[in-house]
């Protein structure tokens, strides 16, 4: 098998709210718009996300939490700018003993998307 791209689908139910969520703070940008469906992406090596349309006649299917992680570079001054743009932050930004500073935001359907950076400890 040889892999030649990837995403990550998302049914939702409030298509445009993720939307704007993900193009707004991510810098995400639209390949496809339709009623049922957005494919997002960017031009570096984040994943494709495809936010579908749950089919608001049926009932929600009991589904585990979705988070997308990106690994990204200079978080501290992401963070800030997600701050400063009202971004909803659920997990501030923190450095874990092992080098890892991580932040978490959740899109108004519940999309965790973790951001993280690895920047070895002190004398490591």
């Known amino acids: 098998m040889n892999i030649v791209g990837s995403k990550v689908v998302f049914t939702i139910d409030d298509l445009p709210r993720s939307r704007h969520f993900f193009t707004t703070h991510l810098g995400f940008r639209e390949v496809l718009d339709t009623p049922d469906l957005v494919w997002l992406n960017r031009d570096d090596a984040a994943v494709d996300i495809m936010l579908h349309q749950r089919d608001l006649e049926r ?11 990106f690994a990204v570079t200079d978080l501290v001054k992401e963070s800030a700018r997600l701050s400063a743009e009202g971004a909803p932050v659920t997990t501030r930004l923190w450095r874990s003993p092992w080098g890892e500073w991580l932040m978490r935001l959740t899109d108004p359907n519940g999309i965790v998307v973790e951001l993280t950076e690895w920047i070895p400890p002190s004398g490591a």
């Open 59 to 69: 009932p929600p299917e009991l589904i585990a939490q979705p988070v997308v992680a």
